[in-house]
């Protein structure tokens, strides 16, 4: 079991990320605002405070989260490295779809950023919303299948 410590959606490609304390998050939308959240394997994007904080070890540096440009921070819990397992926060129900490879937009970011996240999906995980509901900083994060 996991706890949620970061929620953060841009509104735009390209666009700076916003760190939000709550949100919703719909089949339709997914995070509410979020330019990428049309349904699809990429849905909702998810990372693991662990894989972060081994590529931040990796760089010799400290970046935050927010970086990486996913929509969810998980910490206290290993993610799923494969699709198709279902992930609970509150009442929203999340299936794993894809590994997110990190881009060239790392590096623009943080020189050798990219190369950090390669490993063992280090770069999060896609989603899909199967259900819907309203997220909050430290709501439990639950493996279910």
């Known amino acids: 079991m996991g706890r949620l410590i970061g929620i953060a959606r841009r509104e735009e490609k390209r666009a700076p990320m916003e760190a939000l304390d709550s949100a919703d998050i719909s089949t339709d939308t997914g995070v509410a605002g979020d330019s990428r959240g049309k349904p699809g394997d990429r849905q909702v994007t998810l990372l693991s405070a662990r894989d972060w904080q081994a590529a931040c070890n990796e760089l010799g540096q400290q970046v935050a989260w927010t970086t990486r440009r996913s929509n969810l921070f998980i910490d206290d819990m290993d993610l799923p490295k494969a699709a198709g397992h279902i992930i609970s926060i509150g009442d929203v129900r999340l299936e794993t779809t894809v590994e997110i490879g990190p881009c060239f937009r790392m590096d623009e970011q943080v020189e050798g950023l990219?190369?950090?996240?390669?490993?063992?999906?280090r770069g999060g995980v896609g989603c899909e919303v199967l259900e819907g509901g309203k997220v909050s900083i430290g709501d439990t994060v639950e493996l279910i299948e």
């Open 114 to 121: 990219r190369n950090a996240l390669q490993p063992e999906w």
